[in-house]
């Protein structure tokens, strides 16, 4: 079998396995706060969660788009099947390791930076566009500070309009109406983390000269909306202990909160065409939620943890993919 068709196989394989463990990593934010307050029993939560995320998915590529050209030129970078190949590996790595010690951390932030490392590795610092580089680190760095005011906006409107509800009828009415905002986020988080992989497969067929346009194919978009849903329907409870449980005690109506929150900073981002951490989006939401309702609520322990996961996260993928690169370049001539 001729050696690029090889390649582009395994990198196809590989992107469609950093979207399905994606699926189970990230998504598990999007359901924690409905399954925490019982709004949905977990199977019924995991199974929504993979519905919408795959109508999301399949609904936009504009995140796939800024993510094919935005960082480096797959078709000018050299051996750039190579570069693609070792950032999917490095971000998998990342991913799996966070996973395992059940830390929200960032798939966005572990695949831009594995990107980054490779290109650099490949053909040093000026083969990173560095404009379309900095608005997609600073659209990551000022999501989850957007996404707390948000919280904190959002859940000081509703207990002023619901101050003289009843609380055990308000925790009600919320729980029903959380199905929905849980629904959406699900489907939110289809419209940005889904694109990742699709970019991704899409840079690979650029640099292999199997298409010209940044367009992404549909059997691409397909191929991964499924890998997301599959990863879904697999669930993520490590993450989803942390987040629903271990941020703050979430109630039906700081869980509506924090969904309507990260729905419209993720849902935004997506219109603009800008990767965003689901992760950070929806952890700083929840966090900004549990400030606006008892700032002593919050365990802060645990947000200090998430915090340095997603700092330290950037410069080791860097350097991950980078060596993972250096190997690979030994190994495919």
């Known amino acids: 079998m001729d050696q690029t068709?090889?390649?582009?196989?395994?990198?196809?394989?590989?992107?469609?396995i950093f979207d399905l463990i994606n699926g189970f990593h990230d998504t598990a934010n999007a359901i924690a706060t409905?399954?925490?307050?019982?709004?949905?029993?977990?199977?019924?939560?995991?199974?929504?969660?993979?519905?919408?995320?795959?109508?999301?998915?399949?609904?936009?590529?504009?995140?796939?788009?800024t993510i094919t050209k935005g960082i480096v030129d797959p078709?000018?970078?050299?051996?750039?099947?190579?570069v693609i190949l070792a950032a999917l590996i490095s971000s998998i790595i990342w991913n799996l390791v966070t996973w395992y010690v059940g830390i929200p951390s960032s798939s966005s932030h572990a695949l831009i930076g594995s990107i980054a490392g490779a290109a650099i590795?490949?053909?040093?610092?000026?083969?990173?566009?560095?404009?379309?580089?900095?608005?997609?680190?600073?659209?990551?760095?000022?999501?989850?500070?957007?996404?707390?005011?948000t919280g904190f906006i959002v859940y000081t409107i509703i207990k002023t309009l619901f101050k003289n509800l009843n609380l055990?009828?308000?925790?009600?009415?919320?729980?029903?109406?959380?199905?929905?905002?849980?629904?959406?986020?699900?489907?939110?988080?289809?419209?940005?983390?889904?694109q990742k992989a699709m970019g991704i497969i899409t840079m690979a067929l650029m640099a292999n000269g199997y298409q010209q346009g940044s367009e992404v194919q549909h059997w691409v978009q397909f191929a991964c909306a499924t890998a997301m849903a599959i990863g879904t329907s697999i669930g993520g409870w490590r993450i989803i202990k942390t987040v629903g449980?271990?941020?703050?005690?979430?109630?039906?109506v700081s869980g509506v909160a924090a969904d309507i929150s990260s729905?419209?900073?993720?849902?935004?981002?997506?219109?603009?065409?800008?990767?965003?951490?689901?992760?950070?989006?929806?952890?700083?939401?929840?966090?900004?939620?549990?400030?606006?309702?008892?700032?002593?609520?919050?365990?802060w322990d645990t947000g200090q943890r998430m915090i340095i996961t997603w700092i330290i996260t950037l410069p080791i993928s860097v350097m991950l993919s980078a060596l993972i690169f250096t190997l690979l370049n030994i190994v495919i001539p």
């Open 121 to 149: 590795a490949s053909a040093g610092v000026n083969a990173i566009h560095y404009a379309g580089f900095i608005k997609i680190i600073v659209g990551l760095v000022l999501s989850p500070v957007i996404a707390f005011v």
């Open 75 to 82: 078709i000018a970078l050299p051996k750039g099947e190579v």
């Open 245 to 252: 449980g271990k941020i703050m005690k979430i109630k039906p």
């Open 263 to 299: 729905v419209i900073v993720i849902f935004t981002a997506t219109l603009f065409h800008l990767p965003v951490s689901t992760t950070h989006v929806i952890s700083s939401a929840i966090m900004g939620v549990g400030t606006s309702h008892r700032k002593r609520g919050v365990k």
């Open 168 to 194: 055990s009828k308000a925790n009600n009415r919320f729980r029903l109406f959380q199905i929905l905002t849980a629904a959406l986020q699900s489907f939110t988080h289809g419209t940005n983390d889904a």
């Open 5 to 16: 068709l090889l390649l582009m196989i395994f990198i196809v394989a590989a992107a469609l």
């Open 34 to 65: 409905s399954v925490s307050t019982r709004a949905l029993k977990p199977r019924q939560a995991i199974l929504m969660a993979a519905c919408m995320n795959f109508l999301g998915a399949v609904s936009f590529t504009g995140v796939a788009k």
